[in-house]
């Protein structure tokens, strides 16, 4: 009865977390202590990271660092991308040369990591660009969808697979492939199947892999830099200009013509779907290094890192559109907040990159993790709650980056298990976990 409780306490926390985790934790595995110790593990991450910031430290250590290494018999393959799934049990990595594999790292820092993956693929083409591996929970839970990206002289061919890793003998489902010889601008995936990606910097493009369906139409941006879907709208932002376009995303359905579905209206039709633009050059200084998306317990916010190293913060509200019977988000183009990033020990000089947002179970405050290419990877606890115009926000070190490898390193985290991934350009995958095993 007593594992049962710890069960459905898990599953309250993980859903606070907006974390889909029921289907890919087999809980029947677990003893009650681990039970315990995962359902606490976003308490005492999070705790860590307010207890060196209250008490004014540089740093917070992870508790447990194990490293992911191949197996000598399997041909060495440098790790070039990763992202963690499932709440932080999964680990998705690609090769350069296109070899995708999926990783079981355990629920605790005291599992082995397995020398062997759970499941891999083939891409033809080459993977090198920033964007090219994409993964996102499916709309029923069952598993995950993992978007692709390869390159082969001209042509760059988006690869869409689903996988569901809890089953007796995971694999890579292919769902569909489609290519395109512009390069692809700020490519994104959706639960739904659906991808996205900007060409030519005025040509937005839609793709329900699932349906092989197309749609392409026209937009207001000059020069976009990064997309940032939210709900059933894109965010297109353009960096040096400091403006943000809110775009709708397109529902699709199809009808059979001429022997082959198409889609209504009319495939590859151009329109003017830009619903926002807004113009933020008077608000934020310099360019916009990263954007990400703020929750608290019952708003949303728009959150763009600065050249002046501030976090700039407008807030999204919700609104419906009668006449097209949708809801979406509009921004209010007034700053609500900006705060100051700054480490105990030297003022702000960060230029922030891959940053993550996450909701913490405090409300009115989000976990910010990121990367500084000065230092290494960063996390905070940033307020939301309305007043606080502008104001600072003490930052702490997760993991150090070494000098010359500050651009080329990539990292994921896990706030559901206190984990962090980190990958250095050598190939060398840590596996940081912050929250220590339970006493055996």
Sequence with gaps: MEKIVWIAAFIRVSSKLETPVSKNFSFSTLSQAELERITTAPHIFISRIRRAVDE??????SAVTRHLIRSPLIEPRQFHRLKLVGGGRFLVTSTEDGLLELWDLGYLPSALLPLHPVASTAVTGIGSFDDC????????????????????????KFTVFAIEPTVPAPKFELIATRETSAFPIGPFSLSNFVVGWIERGREVHFWDARQDLHLQEASRCCFPDMTTPVGNQLLIIESYKRRVHIHRIPTFSSRRRGGRNSLVPQEGRPSS???????????????????VILKDSDRLYLGLFAGDQSLCRFSLQPFDSSASGSNGWRLIPTLFGKSFLKNNTRANSRIVHQARSSLTLSDHEALLVWKDFR???????QTTRPGYLTSD?????????????????????SPLLGRLVHLSPHGVLQVLDFVPPPAS
């Design 56 to 61: 004014r430290r540089t740093s917070v250590n």
């Design 133 to 156: 591996l994409h993964v996102n929970p499916r709309g029923d839970g069952s598993g995950f969808i993992i978007l692709f990206i390869s390159s082969s002289r001209m042509t760059h």
């Design 273 to 291: 779907a830009f619903t926002q633009t807004h113009d933020l050059s008077t608000t934020i200084v310099n360019s916009i290094n990263d954007a």
């Design 375 to 381: 230092g290494g990877m960063y996390a905070a606890l």
């Design 393 to 413: 926000t003490s930052a702490v070190q997760l993991s150090k980056v070494l000098q010359g490898e500050e651009y080329e390193s990539r990292f994921d985290r």
